[in-house]
T-cell receptor
Framework: AQSVAQPEDQVNVAEGNPLTVKCTYS??????LFWYVQYPNRGLQFLLK??????LVKGSYGFEAEFNKSQTSFHLKKPSALVSDSALYFC????????????FGTGTRLLVSP | DAGITQSPRYKITETGRQVTLMCHQT?????MFWYRQDLGHGLRLIYY???????DKGEVPDGYVVSRSKTENFPLTLESATRSQTSVYFC?????????????FGPGTRLTVL
C-alpha cells in the first residue's frame, strides 16, 4: 500500500531564507505526487504535482519540489520564504496501481518569522 | 458563487443523531470526494464519486452514507453520530482525471459530536 511520511511536524525559517519541507513516499507503481497548502480555517489548495518528466517541478507562489526516485523523496522548496508562507503543508501520493486514491501525509507546519 | 461550498460550516450535535453535511460545486467536475481531517492523521478519504449515481468507499467509510443524484451535489450523512466522528470534514472535486488531477477543496465543516 502507498504511504507518505512528513518527518517534521514543524519547520521554522526566517523570512528571506530558503525553506525545505520534507516528504518521502512508498508506492508499488509509478508515483503521482502532490503538494497542498492549508491556511487557517481554509480548505487545502493545490501547489504542484509530479507525474513524469523533469525532476524539478515548479508550482504556485514560487514553490518548487524536487523528485528523487532513488531516495523516494519529494521535498518542497522555496528560495526565499515570506511570512505569508506560514501555513500547514501536506504531501500526497497516488499509486497508479490498485485502489488509486490519494494518501496524504500528516502535514508539516511552516512558520516563517519576520 | 462559483467554486465549491460546504454547509454548515460549524455543527454541534449529540451522539446518535443523524447529521447531513452538504457539498455543492459549480464547475461540473466529474469527481467529488469527502475527507476527514484529524490531528496526527492528515486527511483520510471517506467516500468518493466518479460521476452522478456512482460512489465508492474510501479509507474510512464506516458510519457514513453518501449519495450523488446530481453532478453538483455530494451530501455526506452520518446515520448515527458518534464522538469519534468529531472532526473537520472537507469536500473536494476534480475534473475527469480524478485522483491524477488537482483537487479543489471546500472550506470545511467543523463537526462536534457531544
Amino acid at each position: 500500500a502507498q504511504s507518505v511520511a512528513q518527518p517534521e511536524d514543524q519547520v521554522n525559517v526566517a523570512e528571506g531564507n530558503p525553506l525545505t519541507v520534507k516528504c518521502t513516499y512508498s508506492v508499488s507503481g509509478n508515483p503521482y505526487l502532490f503538494w497542498y497548502v492549508q491556511y487557517p480555517n481554509r480548505g487545502l489548495q493545490f501547489l504542484l504535482k509530479y507525474i513524469t518528466g523533469d525532476n524539478l517541478v515548479k508550482g504556485s507562489y514560487g514553490f518548487e519540489a524536487e523528485f528523487n526516485k532513488s531516495q523516494t523523496s519529494f521535498h518542497l522548496k522555496k528560495p526565499s520564504a515570506l511570512v505569508s508562507d506560514s501555513a500547514l503543508y501536506f504531501c500526497a501520493v497516488r499509486d497508479d496501481t490498485g485502489f488509486q486514491k490519494l494518501v496524504f501525509g500528516t502535514g508539516t507546519r511552516l512558520l516563517v518569522s519576520p | 458563487d462559483a467554486g465549491i461550498t460546504q454547509s454548515p460550516r460549524y455543527k454541534i450535535t449529540e451522539t446518535g443523531r443523524q447529521v447531513t453535511l452538504m457539498c455543492h460545486q459549480t464547475w461540473s467536475h466529474s469527481y467529488m470526494f469527502w475527507y476527514r481531517q484529524d490531528l496526527g492523521h492528515g486527511l483520510r478519504l471517506i467516500y468518493y464519486s466518479a460521476a452522478a449515481d456512482i460512489t465508492d468507499k474510501g479509507e474510512v467509510p464506516d458510519g457514513y452514507v453518501v449519495s450523488r443524484s446530481k453532478t453538483e451535489n455530494f451530501p455526506l450523512t452520518l446515520e448515527s453520530a458518534t464522538r469519534s466522528q468529531t472532526s473537520v470534514y472537507f469536500c473536494a472535486s476534480s475534473d475527469e482525471g480524478g485522483f491524477r488531477d488537482e483537487q479543489f477543496f471546500g472550506p470545511g465543516t467543523r463537526l462536534t459530536v457531544l
